[in-house]
């Protein structure tokens, strides 16, 4: 992944903040493992999101989509987002599985700082054209 | 399914208004099929919710399930909610797809009404349970 | 459910064994549950179908899906499958989950019965139909 | 992406090809978008694949994925695989979506080749691991 600045900005650090708060309320039965997801909307909004499972496993819902799906039902537009964190309790930081980043390439501008962290502080930040490299998108389907 | 009362309560067609209104924010750019959800917590609280789509279909997210996950988000406990109004502009009522049926199952209690309407005011009223007969649940996995 | 036969006939007891068989090539690490299943197309053709688990846990895909899909890819059409057997080790027999079922709706004819057994050879059969009452379906989506 | 060879080998040529004919059994009444993959073994056998719509979006199945499952549920095990071409009508190579990448990364060697192509014979090739930069695998559920 790209460069990484040496310090969190207050409002990315704070956002992270806010992952790790909404990570408590995941609902994880099978796995045990929980994740947190806080996003930034363009008037200074957050929308938490957590991992929410389910017996089936597929219809299991991460926390980065709880949050992005939430932040549209309240009328916020695709492409209007500054910026997402999302906490998981891993030896580095927590990375979107592909589900989710193929979610955030349709609701989010390309260049949206992605902050990847965990329980312990570490971090890395990314973009959302970084993590899903010549992406599928609404521009391939427009051919058929 | 079951017999339906010949009139919503006030609350139930509250909460079918409410699905209307989330309707509104449906993000559709490939079905153009917009659909509505709101489901009522324990505390009385409102939880909204509209379809989100994508490119790649498979990553769909469905009213139902956009309501579910952000009240969980917001730390409401599986088991706790008390109805959930769906509505799309369908010919009789919409009823919820299978992958929601199964999230309904996991957290919401068996026989939880839920509303379907469409937007002519058409709606019937069955259970979780009835929507999905015999479910796959967290009871079959404790075998493994 | 409905009623069930007192004995499985003999095309219907080979398909469950070919589930249980499908079974043992279940992709399960994360669970460990094993699910297989087998679908018998219109040309006495079978097709062997287990679960393949994810760490995202959400692109988990499930027996009966499997087998779906590779028929389809296989150039069976929509509509031509006559039965389908499933079997995981469970108490009673086993139930496809909500998304299969939603699977099954858009692929076979609402009378098919399905075969739902377990590893002790308890079954019971269903239909389509009745595992998914009032399903969402293409019918739906028509009037967008 | 990362540099291509001039010329398709014969072996990749040959997989791009059977891509373009699963392709045509493809199940898409919604999308019309027709994909097809191809998927090679360690034994040299190859694994059809095609997309399988549904009318409730998220139940999609594809091609990828397709071919990736039911080779799983013939008995081959993850990390056998050797390349998988995918094909479909795109202005230039289609590309997976963060789905079918997720499940490539969970099944496959982290530098197996991906051949992208289109309908008019364009083509690139990336890796499984170039294309989810820093995925989340099992490795991060271990400390769950």
Known sequence: ?????????PVWEQ???QAVEARSRAYV???NFQVGAALLDGE???HYGCNVENAAYGPTNCAERTALFRAIA?????GSFEAIAVVGDTDGPITPCGVCRQVL???CPPDM???MSNMKGDWRVSTVAELLPG???????TKA
């Open 105 to 107: 390439v349709e609701l």
């Open 1 to 9: 992944m790209t460069s990484n600045p040496t310090q969190l900005s």
């Open 135 to 141: 992406a599928f998108s609404s521009n391939d389907l």
């Open 15 to 17: 956002l992270r903040k």
């Open 74 to 78: 309240d009328g916020h537009q695709a």
């Open 44 to 46: 200074g909004g957050v």
């Open 29 to 31: 039965p099978y796995s």
């Open 113 to 115: 700082p992605v902050i």
